[in-house]
């Protein structure tokens, strides 16, 4: 998940879409990406938290990544997918708007977080890489389900 | 040697050795107790369980644990002969070897690395020294050693002996000393050559099988598998595999000891005296190598085959003197063990295998186990039966099948939680050591009892409670016993006991921590609080001395003089609390200054699957579980304004005249407004939520005036299309620990038994649920937590104030409260009936009633049952016609007799004054206004005696004969309802009466010489003096202990009955039963009370 440690070799990126931002995974963080799941609202948890899930049998907590984002949540439509990783062994559900593609990605062409890219979202990237149109941020996963906001 | 790789045995070993190890604490703590007189029995079977960790540690590579296990066990070895006494410091020794033991097995994988020289030093002093403290033991000390060196001289008692195959390979180096204790008492020495391939894996054994098949019969010395041996493959055909050899003995006799560990004899030898060995058998094939290899102490010819049986087995007898010499030359030899350990550091710093050292395996009874697998069968069938139905479309044969598969999965479940129960004895067990250690800490002299070892909880409760128990048996220690001086002052008795009992009630498993300690004094908990000026004065001051020790239950509170090292510092009980409550259980405490303090911690038997009640609120469903409910309310709109209050900020319900705190779900859970609007503005859901917001803040704004209430009402059923929903409220009463409050939700669902799932950390902090559940169609659900609810809400002081407030109000309530039966006979006249004469109501066909030489009967349970009417004896309307009537059956004379109405109205308690003036007439005792309506208090036994004048007169004169007339009674009734009711009838059976209104005038009465009372007949509720307070006051004087006094009361199954009768009161009876008030005194008249002539 960290540049480092994919330093050498080539990776396999998931690329997916936050409102504007474009993100990456890599896909060895990715447990499976499901299509709406039923969530259940939690009330007085975080507001980040978009609520709770059952994925086949055990309850996961879905987190809303545009919230985590700074942006406005948004209804579930057509693209809506909830990426489903795993932390401190525990599942968990991002909430993301369009799953894009799954890219082949030599380790030399990932680059560390520009210093000019910071504000809310900046931390929860650990690396930049450059597609032929556009940036896809990589996501630094244990900080964005980090327990501190 | 290097440990054995092999996960399965690694994790056999260590669960066995923990099983092992249980129960030992206890046992050496007893062995201490009994002090020189040992108990044979126990010492042998600690002496087992230390010598089976031996054996497998052995085996396994694991040489520390192994030394250390040794050491323990010679130890306990001269313990077990009584040449050491089992002092306190020898088994305060043998403990701390036991804990370094218990920490080596649970990280075994490091075990070889860790020093244990200490131990094995301290182990050898307590050995060595104690033997000469005592004259006796040297004097047979001293014995055996001349016997022992006229056998063989000094120098070679502590030898290390090699145990040499006769093909010349050695297998074991071992003390003399070893060998010889292990051939005490007529053993035979054995060693055995197992093949891990064909003599183990292929017989479906495993190494530790055989050990313990050895130690069964026989004593296991040492074992191991000697991989350095294992041959080239082109040894394969001659030589086994992998040879596992075991050196053991046992009473058996050669030609039976291979049988014992399925061996063939030709891989057995036998050891003599002269640690030779010779094989039991000869090799079927094997080329056996005649010549033996070089000996250490070789002075004897070489071995020849010899027939197993031939072996005399006297022979090892004969070396018996030998094997008891001092200890103490014995010890040094044992030098060399543990320094070997350290030599195989680098041999054992392999790569680990991955075993966590957590218990992850469960023993499980072979019967559960057989259980479930015949429900898994059950299961396969019923699914078979169900696809069938299912392919031919049959309706019933489905339905058939889907009954089956709930039942068989409820009995699954149950089965599979029964494997997962444990005794909670495992866990109390431990604390023998920790209250014997504290008592030595502290100075103090504490016995433990231990009661309900085998209640049986869910693994992980039981794994949970650990250590909340430990924190308050040293809380008990520390700060509830007192020392034994200030006992004895007070005149307490020594020890001081603690006692950890464990028992199942509703469902629950009850834990008590007593102790019979100083107690915690409310006034000191009142001077800390004072003190802290954390809570208000004025709110200190007004709680009661309950709730001032319980509040030992807030953080960071104790009362101890001073902070000590055993009981923290002030983290203490609020962990305690906050630990039991997240495992769903509750904590109350009990404490008297002087007599000591009682903690009781309720627990559920499981946490994995419970059943729950499922919740609607704000469209969001939530689940309650079963255990935290008491009942469900519904409130309907007409009478929200009457039994909703408010007081300060909290609203308040009243039910059965008590107020309960009730409190919206939704309001606990925040659930806002705005928060579903950002989401989706559109939903249905949405517009119910502002409804219900502003319904919610109906009840808890202050109310205004009447008028205005109107008006909301009246808004609300215009806007609201759920007109039911929104006129009533559904309240879910429950309990959390001691607090009863009741929580406001949109709908009640259904009753489902849900499968408990944690929550993510990310919800971590929040305290209002207790976890999640999916429910029947997939979607996750959460759990309410009622004490993070009560919490949360804060709803903790309200109750206080509450429950105490309406305990007087019942009281006052309670008192001379009737239970009635309302009926009615013609359809606009009530009549009751006092509930306690009654014995059934049946309901009958009109058309059934006969009637015989004017008696109306009808066929009752094989025999005819005699009916009256009302109208038949009072001047009332005669009963409605109806189909189906009535009867009131009530007993009679020996006999049974019925009295017919039209309708049962209700059963009430009423309270109400009876005018005895109004209405009297035959079959009427008195009127009163019961349920907005005139009502008569029937008189059953005039009915009858105006319905059938022949049977109370027969009745009558059959009581007149028993009594001799001249008995006094004294009746003590404050009610002159009562009291001239029982003093006319017992006035109409002959005897003296003699009447007072309350207690004291009772008492006086009583006291009174002239009125020389043969018995009394009391109630129990009346003003300045009860009828407990009065019968204490009379037993209390000793001319009085032998009359009997028997209590009258109106309500049946009465809660104060044992109270009363604890008092000295003989007999409860009911006021106006009186064919049993008149049999009962009759018999006590004649026959006295029980145990007084």
């Known amino acids: 998940m960290s540049v480092k440690k994919t330093s050498s070799g080539i990776q396999e990126l998931s690329i997916f879409e936050v409102g504007p931002i474009t993100c990456a995974l890599s896909i060895q963080d990715i447990q499976e990406i499901n299509k709406h799941l039923e969530m259940t609202r939690v009330a007085n948890a975080p507001e980040y938290i978009r609520g709770i899930s059952n994925l086949r049998g055990t309850i996961i907590t879905v987190i809303d990544m545009r919230i985590k984002f700074g942006l406005e949540p948004k209804e579930f439509d057509e693209n809506t997918r909830i990426v489903v990783v795993k932390n401190h062994d525990e599942m968990l559900g991002l909430l993301v708007d369009r799953m894009l593609d799954v890219l082949n990605v030599p380790a030399e062409e990932l680059e560390p977080t520009p210093s000019n890219i910071s504000g809310v979202a900046g931390r929860y990237f650990s690396g930049i890489y450059k597609m032929k149109s556009s940036l896809a941020a990589l996501l630094n996963i244990s900080e964005i389900l980090s327990l501190n906001e | 040697m290097a440990i054995v790789q092999d996960e399965e045995l690694l994790q056999m070993f260590i669960e066995e050795s923990k099983e092992h190890m249980e129960g030992i604490e206890a046992d050496f703590l007893d062995i201490e107790e009994m002090g020189e007189e040992i108990d044979s029995d126990l010492v042998n079977k600690v002496f087992r369980a230390i010598h089976s960790i031996k054996g497998g540690a052995g085996f396994l590579g694991l040489d520390?644990?192994?030394?250390?296990?040794?050491?323990?066990?010679?130890?306990?070895?001269?313990?077990?002969?009584?040449?050491?006494?089992?002092?306190?410091?020898?088994?305060s020794t043998l403990l701390s070897a036991l804990d370094t033991l218990r920490e080596l097995i649970a990280d075994f994988m490091g075990s070889n690395e860790v020093d244990i020289s200490e131990h094995i030093a301290d182990l050898k002093a307590v050995s060595n020294e104690e033997t000469p403290a005592s004259e006796t033991k040297q004097a047979n000390a001293s014995e055996t050693r001349a016997e022992?060196?006229?056998?063989?001289?000094?120098?070679?008692?502590?030898?290390?002996?090699?145990?040499?195959?006769?093909?010349?390979?050695?297998?074991?180096?071992?003390s003399e000393y070893d060998l010889k204790q292990a051939a005490k008492a007529g053993r035979i020495l054995y060693l055995a050559r197992f093949d891990m391939l064909n003599d183990i894996e292929r017989k479906n054994h495993t190494p530790l099988d055989v050990i313990k098949e050895i130690q069964d019969t026989g004593m296991l010395v040492e074992s191991?598998?000697?991989?350095?041996?294992?041959?080239?493959?082109?040894?394969?055909?001659?030589?086994?595999?992998?040879?596992?050899?075991?050196?053991?003995?046992?009473?058996?006799?050669?030609?039976?000891?291979?049988?014992?560990?399925?061996?063939?004899?030709?891989?057995?030898?036998?050891?003599?005296?002269?640690?030779?060995?010779?094989?039991?058998?000869?090799?079927?094939?094997?080329?056996?190598?005649?010549?033996?290899?070089?000996?250490?102490?070789?002075?004897?010819?070489?071995?020849?085959?010899?027939?197993?049986?031939?072996?005399?087995?006297?022979?090892?007898?004969?070396?018996?003197?030998?094997?008891?010499?001092?200890?103490?030359?014995?010890?040094?030899?044992?030098?060399?063990?543990?320094?070997?350990?350290?030599?195989?550091?680098?041999?054992?710093?392999?790569?680990?295998?991955?075993?966590?050292?957590?218990?992850?395996?469960?023993?499980?009874?072979?019967?559960?186990?057989?259980?479930?697998?015949?429900?898994?069968?059950?299961l396969v069938l019923t699914r078979n039966q169900l696809l069938q139905n299912f392919n031919k479309a049959d309706e019933s044969g489905l339905e058939n099948a889907v009954q089956r598969v709930d039942l068989i999965t409820s009995e699954l479940q149950e089965a599979i939680m029964n494997t997962r129960m444990q005794p909670i004895g495992s866990v109390f067990t431990k604390f023998q050591r920790v209250v014997h250690d504290m008592s030595k800490n502290l100075g103090k002299q504490v016995e433990l009892v231990i009661e309900g070892e085998s209640v049986e909880l869910d693994k992980t409760i039981i794994e949970a409670i650990g250590d909340p128990l430990t924190h308050l048996v040293r809380n008990s220690m520390d700060h509830g016993i007192e020392m034994p001086d200030v006992r004895a002052k007070a005149g307490k008795k020594l020890p001081a006991i603690l006692k950890l009992s464990a028992f199942h009630e509703a469902g629950q498993v009850n834990i008590d921590v007593m102790d019979d300690g100083g107690g915690i004094d409310p006034q000191v908990v009142k001077e800390k609080l004072i003190q802290n000026g954390e809570i208000d004065k004025?709110?200190?001051?007004?709680?009661?001395?309950?709730?001032?020790?319980?509040?030992?239950?807030?953080?960071?509170?104790?009362?101890?003089?001073?902070?000590?090292?055993?009981?923290?510092?002030?983290?203490?009980?609020?962990?305690?609390?906050?630990?039991?409550?997240?495992?769903?259980?509750?904590?109350?405490?009990?404490?008297?200054?002087?007599?000591?303090?009682?903690?009781?911690?309720?627990?559920?038997?499981?946490?994995?699957?419970?059943?729950?009640?499922i919740l609607d609120v704000a469209g969001g469903r939530y689940a309650i579980p079963q255990v935290n409910l008491v009942e469900l309310v519904r409130i309907p709109a007409a009478q929200v304004q009457d039994r909703i209050e408010k007081i300060e900020d909290a609203?308040?319900?009243?039910?059965?005249?008590?107020?309960?705190?009730?409190?919206?779900?939704?309001?606990?859970?925040?659930?806002?407004?705005?928060?579903?609007?950002?989401?989706?503005?559109?939903?249905?859901?949405?517009?119910?939520?502002?409804?219900?917001?502003?319904?919610?803040?109906?009840?808890l704004a202050p109310k205004e005036t009447e008028a205005e209430q109107e008006i909301q009402e009246k808004r609300k059923e215009g806007t609201d299309r759920r007109k039911n929903l929104d006129s009533a409220y559904n309240i879910v009463v429950v309990n959390a620990g001691d607090l009863n409050y009741g929580l406001i939700v949109d709908a009640l669902l259904d009753s489902e038994e849900i499968v408990v799932k944690p929550l993510g950390r990310h919800f971590r902090g929040i305290t209002t649920y207790a976890g999640a559940t999916i429910l029947g169609d997939g979607k996750a659900a959460l759990i309410l937590d009622v004490m993070g609810l009560s919490s949360a809400m804060n709803l903790k002081v309200v109750k206080e104030k509450i429950t105490?407030?309406?305990?007087?109000?019942?009281?006052?309530?309670?008192?001379?409260?009737?239970?009635?039966?309302?009926?009615?006979?013609?359809?606009?006249?009530?009549?009751?009936?006092?509930?306690?004469?009654?014995?059934?109501?049946?309901?009958?066909?009109?058309?059934?009633?006969?009637?015989?030489?004017?008696?109306?009967?009808?066929?009752?349970?094989?025999?005819?049952?005699?009916?009256?009417?009302?109208?038949?004896?009072?001047?009332?309307?005669?009963?409605?016609?109806?189909?189906?009537?009535?009867?009131?059956?009530?007993?009679?004379?020996?006999?049974?007799?019925?009295?017919?109405?039209?309708?049962?109205?209700?059963?009430?308690?009423?309270?109400?004054?009876?005018?005895?003036?109004?209405?009297?007439?035959?079959?009427?005792?008195?009127?009163?206004?019961?349920?907005?309506?005139?009502?008569?208090?029937?008189?059953?036994?005039?009915?009858?005696?105006?319905?059938?004048?022949?049977?109370?007169?027969?009745?009558?004169?059959?009581?007149?004969?028993?009594?001799?007339?001249?008995s006094t009674i004294l009746i003590v009734e404050d009610s002159s309802f009562f009291l001239n009711q029982i003093k006319g009838f017992t006035e109409s059976a002959g005897y003296n009466v003699v009447t007072a209104m309350d207690g004291i005038e009772g008492a006086e009465a009583a006291e009174n010489p002239n009125n020389n009372i043969d018995l009394i007949l009391t109630d129990i509720e009346m003003p300045q003096m009860d009828g407990v307070q009065m019968t204490e006051r009379l037993r209390a004087q000793e001319r009085f202990n032998s009359i009997p006094i028997l209590a009258l009361t109106s309500v049946a199954g009465d809660l104060a009955e044992q109270r009363a009768i604890d008092a000295g009161i003989d007999e409860y009876l009911i006021k106006l039963d009186r064919e049993k008030v008149l049999e009962r005194v009759n018999h006590y008249l004649k026959n006295g009370r029980p145990g007084h002539e």
């Open chain 2, 64 to 91: 520390t644990i192994k030394n250390l296990s040794h050491s323990m066990e010679n130890t306990l070895n001269l313990i077990r002969n009584s040449e050491l006494i089992p002092s306190p410091e020898v088994i």
């Open chain 2, 148 to 174: 022992s060196e006229a056998g063989e001289s000094e120098t070679e008692e502590d030898s290390i002996v090699n145990i040499t195959l006769p093909s010349g390979q050695p297998v074991f180096s071992i």
């Open chain 2, 224 to 378: 191991k598998v000697d991989i350095e041996s294992v041959g080239t493959l082109d040894d394969l055909e001659e030589h086994p595999l992998v040879p596992f050899y075991v050196l053991f003995s046992t009473v058996l006799e050669p030609s039976i000891a291979p049988k014992l560990i399925n061996l063939d004899p030709w891989k057995m030898y036998q050891i003599d005296e002269n640690f030779l060995l010779t094989p039991l058998a000869d090799a079927p094939a094997e080329p056996e190598n005649p010549v033996p290899a070089p000996k250490p102490k070789a002075k004897k010819k070489k071995v020849k085959k010899v027939e197993a049986a031939k072996e005399p087995v006297t022979k090892p007898v004969a070396a018996e003197p030998v094997a008891e010499p001092k200890p103490a030359p014995a010890a040094p030899a044992k030098k060399e063990t543990p320094k070997a350990a350290p030599v195989k550091k680098a041999a054992s710093k392999q790569v680990r295998p991955n075993i966590s050292t957590k218990s992850t395996t469960l023993r499980v009874n072979v019967k559960l186990l057989d259980t479930l697998m015949n429900l898994a069968g059950e």
């Open chain 2, 538 to 613: 004025a709110k200190i001051d007004n709680m009661s001395d309950n709730e001032l020790v319980r509040m030992i239950f807030k953080p960071g509170f104790s009362t101890a003089k001073e902070v000590t090292e055993v009981s923290g510092r002030g983290v203490g009980m609020d962990v305690v609390f906050s630990n039991l409550s997240k495992l769903g259980g509750s904590v109350d405490i009990e404490s008297k200054v002087g007599i000591g303090t009682t903690i009781h911690i309720k627990l559920p038997l499981t946490l994995a699957i419970i059943p729950s009640l």
């Open chain 2, 651 to 699: 609203s308040l319900l009243r039910l059965r005249g008590e107020l309960l705190p009730i409190v919206r779900v939704s309001d606990i859970l925040n659930i806002k407004r705005t928060f579903y609007d950002s989401e989706s503005g559109k939903a249905v859901s949405d517009r119910r939520r502002n409804i219900s917001d502003r319904r919610s803040s109906d009840i």
């Open chain 2, 804 to 966: 105490e407030a309406s305990l007087l109000q019942k009281l006052e309530d309670s008192k001379d409260a009737q239970s009635l039966l309302l009926v009615n006979n013609a359809a606009d006249e009530q009549f009751a009936i006092p509930l306690g004469l009654v014995s059934r109501i049946e309901k009958i066909k009109t058309s059934d009633i006969e009637t015989t030489s004017g008696k109306k009967t009808i066929k009752y349970r094989g025999s005819s049952l005699v009916l009256c009417s009302i109208e038949d004896a009072a001047n009332v309307k005669p009963r409605e016609e109806k189909e189906n009537i009535f009867v009131i059956i009530f007993p009679f004379a020996g006999k049974e007799v019925g009295v017919l109405v039209s309708e049962i109205i209700d059963v009430i308690d009423s309270t109400v004054a009876i005018d005895e003036e109004t209405f009297r007439q035959p079959g009427v005792l008195g009127s009163a206004i019961m349920m907005d309506h005139t009502t008569l208090l029937l008189d059953l036994y005039g009915i009858i005696s105006a319905v059938m004048p022949d049977w109370v007169a027969e009745n009558k004169i059959e009581i007149e004969q028993k009594t001799d007339g001249s």
